[in-house]
Structures are given as structure tokens and as C-alpha cells.
């Protein structure tokens, strides 16, 4: 039977059909029968192929609270896509709530503040900010959306100078899994402000956030690249740059194999490099200074590092603007040993056969993240200042069950290197939801289960991280 018409024993007077769903809300209702649902239904990451049972699009905030009690209603459980980023459990048999079109944006330069609706990119609210020579704390890929990065942490190329984006929010505007709208600030739902700030979406839809800007135009940042032969002594010489380091220096060393593809520069097509990035958030001549330690010690085959607008941070990190199939995973470092290093290059760079990995990264955390107290907010590690990432493509299912098994195998070399814990932002897809006990302290996710219990007990957001409510 088409849903669309499928009538649902509830109690009198409350939404009982997708029909009836449809009249009471301003956005657009789709079943897997109507045209628009198959691209509403896709990921940014093309890896992810999810059939939800129903998706509604919101236009407001009314709109999700409503389709919300709906579901709740029903006995649907609820998942959320704002830009299509990040969805850690694929949207199989949910109501995929579509954030996408909340779009409210206003910048207070008074106060350094910015509203931020649910559907926006980083990109909409860096433009904005920055014309009050303001920046938000994007992430290192603009195009990544503001909610999402948020609730898991948020770290950025400014991130030892000010902090995670999570610990630059005021305030929470959210949907409960009861249908309420709430307010989540310091003094108002404290408990739920808490868990939002590093926990992710398992407590409630995200509309709006308040944030906090910081005055930045000018960094000086870029890359350098060097042979791929050189990864050994470049990330050894790294090791030793980054002991010393200003909190407005935040770096990584990355070992990338370019895809041989046209769109990529002749000069790097298909060639492998070990690379240094970083943003120093300080003035220019002190970021040419610091550059010295690596110009004075070898030449780069290329480097692009120089004063720069802080509009143009995507041009350090240059991620994809467009949909990729991939896989990524992620963890805690204790110490970038040199047997780590070793496993690394021999894991990542080509020997003779075409790389699983795109790329693996080593970034440089600590500064203001790890002031930032232990339980002020749920987001755990703080004390740990080095970050393992690797990502690799995933065209098919069996590339991608290839990076998988080729990730779980560096990570378990690196193990002596490693702390036990993972940046949850940084893993993706089903190693997301097995390893959310890995995100967080002992402590924190006790509290998480308890906020949980409290805010929504039947578990209505599952397909966030793996947090289930405290029975």
C-alpha cells in the first residue's frame, strides 16, 4: 500500500497519515513513490546509499517539531541530514528529517556573535563573518555544515588559538524527541547543553545555534611538499616543530597520494608527496619566521604558504566541494613514535601498487582545546594533542570494505602509539556507531546515557552516535 495514504490508529486529533503530515507543514513531504526522493535521500558521501522509509524536507522549525511528533506518534524513528554530511548510521527504515532549508543567518559585530540556522555551510557563514573581519571556527572543509560539526566537536585550522566550536556556542535552539521546542543554554536545560557540546545528535533536532566570532582577517598559512622519499625525516623533523609551537600555530603533517585525474594539477597528478599545513593566526611576520625552521633546513618541491585572507582557509586543506564515495578513520596518539611514523609510510604511500589511502594526516591539537576544563562539555581527549586520520576512496562496496579492513589494520600497528580514545567527527558509517564508547571518558559517556534517558528514552534519534539511554 502506497503510505501516502496509509492510515495510522493514534489517539483523536493528532497527525495519523503522511497525508495529513503534508497539510499541517510548510516543506515537502516525500515517500519513496514520489519524484525528488532520490535526491533528497543522498549523502554528500556517495559511499552512503540510504532508503529511508519517508523523508520530509522542513521549512521551519515548526516544521520539524511537528513532523517530529508525528514520528513519535507512529513509532518512527528519526534521522537527520542538514547538508548531508556526516550521518553516522544510514537512514534505513527512518524518517530522514531534512534540515536543509533552514537557512537563517545574522551576524552581530557588536558582540561577535553570529545566528546560525540548522541548513547552513560553513562557507555562508564565513563570507558573512568576515565581512565584519570576523571568523567562526570552521572546520578545514567550508562546505561541511555548521550543526553537525558542531555537536561532535568542531575542530579547525584556528583551533589552538580559540578553541573547538563547540566550546564557542551560547545557545541551542532544538526539537525534543517529544515534539518540544527547547532552548539549551549554560543556565536554561544546562544538562542538555552539556551533552550537545561534543556529544552529537542523539538529543534532539538542532534548528539554530547561537555562536561566538573571533576577529581574524589575516593568517598566514598554506602547504609545503616535499618528495614522498622524504616522509621519514620530514614527519620526524615535524615531531620536533611542533614540541614548541604558539597556540596560534595549528598544523599537520599529511602523506597524500594525488589521484591521477585531470581536474588535479599536472604538477601533482598521481604523485605522492609528504606535506606540511598549517594557519598561524598571529601576525604575518611571526608565521614567516616560523616558516624558517623548514625553508632554511631543505627546499619544498613546492610551497605555497604566504599571507593570506582568512576567506581563503579552504585553499590550505583544499578539500573535495563536491560528492565523494569514501571511507575515513581516526585516533588518539600519544606520541608520533618513530616505529608510528614507519607504519604510517609503509601503510600509505604506494610500494610498487595502487594505494588504498588517499591520504593519512597527523594533527597537531592541545593550545586552547586543552584548557578548555575536563567536563565542562561532553567532548573528551582533551589532554591528548596529536590526531591520526586516513581516508581513502570508495567507489564501490568492495573498495570500501577494502579501506575499512586496510584502516583497522594501520590502526592496530599503531596501537603502541595510540591512547584508546578516537575524534568522533573523524570516523564515519558503522566504525562510527562500534566505536562511540571510544569518544568519550568513562564519566562523560555516563552522563550522555543519563541526558539520554532524560531527554529522549525510546531512543526515537538513533542514528546519531551510539548512545543509548540509561536505564
Known sequence: MNTLTMPITV????????????????????TPFDAGYDEARQAFNRAVDQHPDLIVIAASAEDVAATVRFAHLVG????????????????????????????????????????????????????????HGLAPLLGSSPNVGVVGYTLGGGMGWLGRKHGLACDSVIAFELVSAAGEQLLATSEVNPDLFWALRGGGGSFGIITAMEIQLYPVEMVYGGNLLYP?????????????????????????????????????PE??????????????????????????FWRDWRAPAMDTFGPMPFSQVADISQDPKHPVPSRTSAAWMRELSDDAIDAIIRNVLPDGAPPVFTMAEVRHVGGAVSRVPDGESAYSHRDVELLFFCLGAAPTPEAYARVG????????????????????????????RERTP???????LRRLRAVKACYDPENLFRYAFDITPAE
Open 228 to 264: 614522498a622519499a622524504m616522509a621519514r625525516e620530514v614527519m620526524q623533523r615535524y615531531r620536533e616543530w611542533v614540541r614548541s609551537a604558539p597556540d596560534a600555530l595549528t598544523t599537520s603533517i599529511v602523506l597524500m597520494n594525488f589521484p591521477p585525474f585531470p581536474q588535479v
Open 438 to 444: 571510544e569518544g568519550y571518558s568513562a564519566e562523560a
Open 405 to 432: 579492513q586496510a584502516a583497522a589494520a594501520l590502526r592496530q600497528e599503531l596501537q603502541p602509539a595510540l591512547t584508546g580514545g578516537v575524534y568522533m567527527n573523524f570516523v564515519s558509517g558503522q566504525e562510527a
Open 76 to 131: 518512527m524513528p528519526v534521522a537527520v541530514q542538514a547538508t548531508g554530511h556526516g550521518l553516522p548510521r544510514k537512514a534505513d527504515g527512518a524518517l530522514m528529517l531534512v534540515t536543509a532549508q533552514l537557512k537563517e543567518l545574522r551576524i552581530e559585530p557588536e558582540t561577535r556573535t553570529a545566528r546560525i540556522g540548522a541548513g547552513l555551510e560553513w562557507s555562508e557563514v564565513l563570507e558573512a563573518a568576515q565581512q
Open 11 to 30: 489517539a483523536p486529533q493528532q497527525i495519523t497519515s503522511v497525508q495529513a503530515l503534508q497539510e499541517q507543514i510548510e516543506g515537502q513531504v516525500l
Open 267 to 292: 604538477p601533482l597528478r598521481g604523485k605522492s608527496f609528504v606535506m606540511v599545513r598549517g594557519c598561524y593566526a598571529g601576525p604575518l611576520e611571526e608565521g614567516e619566521t616560523l616558516l624558517r
